[in-house]
């Protein structure tokens, strides 16, 4: 059945929203600019603030939430469930691992490549997997023990392309390895959160758009607080900013006034991350979760393909065997969705899906793309 011109909007929307994504926060990672108090220029390497950044992008999504809200309850059609009342704090635990996941993965983006960063996040898969197992009490068919397993090779053979590919005095090789290993790190906090979600969040009838904004408010709150004291505390070389502290917001808005486009860059960042979670829910919803997966896995492609003509990074064999061998998790699986039933059960392929995929499946009407007896 072909896509109707809806459809392919949100699809296309999706994909260039979750490019743009990672592309602008490491494109405002490249500027050099001077700090305040006329610091020598250097690197924009303001992880935590990217950080609130994003949270702010994803607190936007209140505002779609009740935006389609509102245009529901002025319609006429009753055969829309109604939101129950929840208790917003059930999202707090969630948003603290987003919060330290997310602010993990932009130190490791200051240290690697945009390709890496991206293909590097599918290590969730394993962690997510083996957590499910753990806590959760699920039995993991053999497909998907074999994208696990895929998935460990796909990433050996990503880290193997970082290790022998050349570096410049931006990416030292020792940076490289510390960002790679930041990023598999960070997804096991990811892993955690999606746990926490599926056992104290799914149960509650709260539409995908309004768990993203509730747990984007907590994350821009709590972060937006902690950069005061991060002001303060001492890291060292560790850091990019001339005093050396975890995180010197003035000497990023200082930047910002120098170099305005790492404000442009800001903000591409800040809307897609909103967009993207729009697009990506209405995928789901419009089309199906495998849809979701496949635009999930080209948008790696697009990133690596725009980092390598932007001249980012260089080619290097070893990433498209990477690449391909972290589309067998995803093979695997399609495969597992003809033995999910009748509709989409989000438990069944929860160790497959994006972050976020689906809460409810009331509330996303989501169904296999494959036929069922």
């Known amino acids: 059945m072909a896509w109707t011109k809806y459809q392919l909007f949100l699809a296309g929307l999706m994909l260039i929203t979750g490019s743009i994504n990672t592309l602008s926060a490491k494109w405002a990672d490249n500027f050099m600019s001077e700090g305040c108090g006329g610091s020598q220029a250097h690197l924009f390497q303001h992880p935590f603030l990217q950080a609130v950044g994003m949270f702010l992008g994803e607190f936007s999504c209140l505002a779609a939430f009740y935006l389609l809200h509102c245009r529901i309850w002025r319609s006429t059609d009753s055969s829309v469930e109604p939101q129950q009342p929840f208790n917003a704090l059930l999202f707090l635990p969630p948003a603290l691992c987003d919060m330290t996941g997310t602010s993990i993965m932009y130190v490791a983006l200051n240290m690697t490549s945009a390709s890496s ?8 898969i394993i962690f997510t997997g083996l957590l499910s197992v753990a806590f959760l009490g699920r039995k993991l068919r053999p497909s998907q023990w074999v994208g696990i397993i895929a998935t460990i090779a796909g990433l050996v053979v990503v880290g193997l392309a970082d290790l022998t590919s050349k570096h410049d005095d ?13 990023i598999i790190m960070a997804q096991v906090i990811v892993s955690i959160q999606m746990v926490l979600e599926e056992k104290f969040v799914y149960k509650h009838n709260v539409h995908p758009l309004r768990a993203v904004g509730t747990e984007g408010f907590f994350g821009f709150v709590i972060l937006t607080l902690l950069l005061v004291p991060m002001y303060y505390i001492p890291t060292g070389s ?4 001339p005093r050396g502290v975890l995180e010197d917001a003035l000497d990023a808005f200082c930047q910002m006034g120098r170099q305005p486009l790492i404000i442009v860059a800001l903000l591409g960042n800040i809307s897609s991350i909103a967009f993207f979670n729009f697009a990506g829910i209405s995928v789901t919803k419009e089309m199906s979760a495998t849809t979701r997966m496949v635009l999930d896995s080209l948008r790696t492609v697009v990133i690596w393909a725009l980092s390598l003509a932007l001249g980012w990074e260089t080619f290097h064999p070893l990433q498209i065997l990477g690449f391909f061998i972290l589309l067998v998790p995803f093979s695997g699986g399609l495969r597992s969705l003809g033995s999910c039933g009748g509709t989409w059960d989000i438990g069944c392929l929860r160790a497959f899906l994006p972050p976020r995929c689906l809460l409810l499946q009331e509330d996303t009407g989501c169904a296999p793309d494959v036929e069922t007896s």
Do not use: W, Y
């Open 117 to 124: 960063f991206q293909m590097l996040r599918g290590a969730v």
């Open 170 to 182: 931006q990416h030292k090789l020792s940076d490289v390895i510390t960002g790679d290993l930041l």
């Open 238 to 241: 560790f850091s990019g900013n």
